[in-house]
T-cell receptor, first 112, second 113 residues
């Protein structure tokens, strides 16, 4: 059974800092990994999707990397802003099951 | 283009009643996933429908059920509601479940009193 862990569980930083959020998974036979953000009481917004054959994806100030052999992905947020405050979740899909498994998320607060 | 839409936004029921939640996927998407997000817990997989068929279900009792219609919209039914069913129910769709990006709706907040 795939298990997904996100560290840290919570993070509070001043505006402007560069951040790294971590996602680890136990089964490396994944076919994709997706990062989301969730605002309180809302649905999930897709940030980046990395296929198993890819090493990283970039969108604006966000960069996500994938290392299947070590069972890890990192989400890098450059020059953080208060609007980045949200919970960030990663979801890992195993080849064959096609059921995305989610981590508990990292709750991020960026204060002015 | 419209995203994934869910209704109702909020629903209040009492123990023992039934709840029906609805989801319309993005146009062209044939796969629909349902997740439960209870307070303090992560997203728990409930059901997966693709091309009108139930493909998989999570570790939930049989009183959680659903279906997918020919237009690929879906509904989730929860019978004999219990207090612990109070949660945000999230629906997601994708066009290609093998490699596709998952898109979520805003969720339906179910409160059981």
């Amino acid at each position: 059974k795939q298990e997904v862990t996100q560290i840290p569980a919570a993070l509070s930083v001043p505006e402007g800092e560069n951040l790294v959020l971590n996602c680890s998974f136990t089964d490396s036979a994944i076919y994709n990994l997706q990062w989301f953000r969730q605002d309180p009481g809302k649905g999930l917004t897709s940030l980046l999707l990395i296929q198993s054959s890819q090493r990283e994806q970039t969108s604006g100030r966000l960069n996500a990397s994938l290392d299947k052999s070590s069972g890890r992905s990192t989400l890098y947020i450059a020059a953080s802003q208060p609007g980045d405050s949200a919970t960030y979740l990663c979801a890992v899909s195993l080849g064959g099951s096609y059921i995305p498994t989610f981590g508990r998320g990292t709750s991020l607060i960026v204060h002015p | 283009e419209a995203g994934v839409t869910q209704s109702p936004t909020h629903l209040i029921k009492t123990r023992g009643q039934q709840a029906t939640l609805r989801c319309s996927p993005i146009s062209g998407h044939t796969s629909v996933y349902w997740y439960q997000q209870a307070l303090g817990l992560g997203l728990q997989f409930l059901l997966w429908y693709d091309e009108g068929e139930e493909r998989n279900r999570g570790n939930f009792p049989p009183r959680f059920s659903g279906r997918q219609f020919p237009n690929y919209s879906s509904e989730l039914n929860v019978n004999a509601l219990e207090l612990e069913d109070s949660a945000l129910y999230l629906c997601a769709s994708t066009g290609t479940y093998e490699t596709g990006e998952l898109f979520f709706g805003e969720g339906s907040r179910l409160t059981v009193l």
